[in-house]
T-cell receptor, first 113, second 111 residues
């Protein structure tokens, strides 16, 4: 168990809809990262938050947004969903003396039908 | 542009063989190099390397970093079917703790 919690595990929705993915980081970790992994693809970095502030942005679509709350949990909002958004979405957290090590949650599998 | 390149992209070997996976990088502000294993779920952390020439070892897995030539290798000896996975290499930046990821090596171990 990595200590990173993601909910829900699975999400099935229709095109055009909006969903919210939730992530609770490891205790004490201030950084949260969101990744997208499509079938047989590598990890695509979406966005990083550090202690509530956006720190780095990757290939995140304008239809996607995220935030990190004062209790350090984070949410990734995906709107106007398209078939191509179907993927595994991972959250990872890092911090403290572990430097760059990121620990991953189990992921949310999103299916857009 | 920062980049991490892994080779080979895929590899099929038989149980008991030894494999070497490669990771080369070109980044500004290098801080560390990390290896992860991904089976049918989330990536799990294997090693973090920060200094050249110092081998990290865990059971049958070992890894070493060469900061002069900008690469790392991950060795797996006496492979088992349970080693079948995608092995991911990532480089940590000094600036914001972001990781730059390679595409991964898909390793298949045949019984």
């Amino acid at each position: 168990d990595s200590g990173v919690t993601q909910t829900p595990k699975h999400l099935i929705t229709a095109t055009g809809q909006r969903v919210t993915l939730r992530c609770s980081p490891r205790s004490g970790d201030l950084s949260v990262y969101w990744y997208q992994q499509s079938l047989d693809q590598g990890l695509q970095f979406l966005i990083q938050y550090y202690n509530g502030e956006e720190r780095a942005k990757g290939n995140i679509l304008e239809r996607f947004s995220a935030q990190q709350f004062p209790d350090l949990h984070s949410e990734l909002n995906l709107s106007s969903l398209e078939l191509g958004d179907s993927a595994l979405y991972f959250c990872a957290s890092s911090g403290g003396t572990r430097g760059n090590i990121q620990y991953f949650g189990a992921g949310t599998r999103l299916s857009v039908l | 542009e920062d980049k991490v390149v892994q080779s080979p992209l895929s590899l099929v070997v038989h149980e008991g063989d030894t494999v070497t996976l490669n990771c080369s990088y070109e980044v500004t502000n290098f801080r560390s190099l990390l290896w992860y294993k991904q089976e049918k779920k989330a990536p799990t952390f294997l090693f973090m390397l920060t200094s050249s020439g110092i081998e990290k070892k865990s059971g049958r897995l070992s890894s070493i970093l060469d900061k002069k030539e900008l690469f790392s290798i991950l060795n797996i000896t006496a492979t088992q079917t349970g080693d079948s996975a995608i092995y991911l290499c990532a480089v940590g930046l000094d600036s914001n703790y972001q990781l730059i990821w390679g595409a991964g090596t898909k390793l298949i171990i045949k019984p």
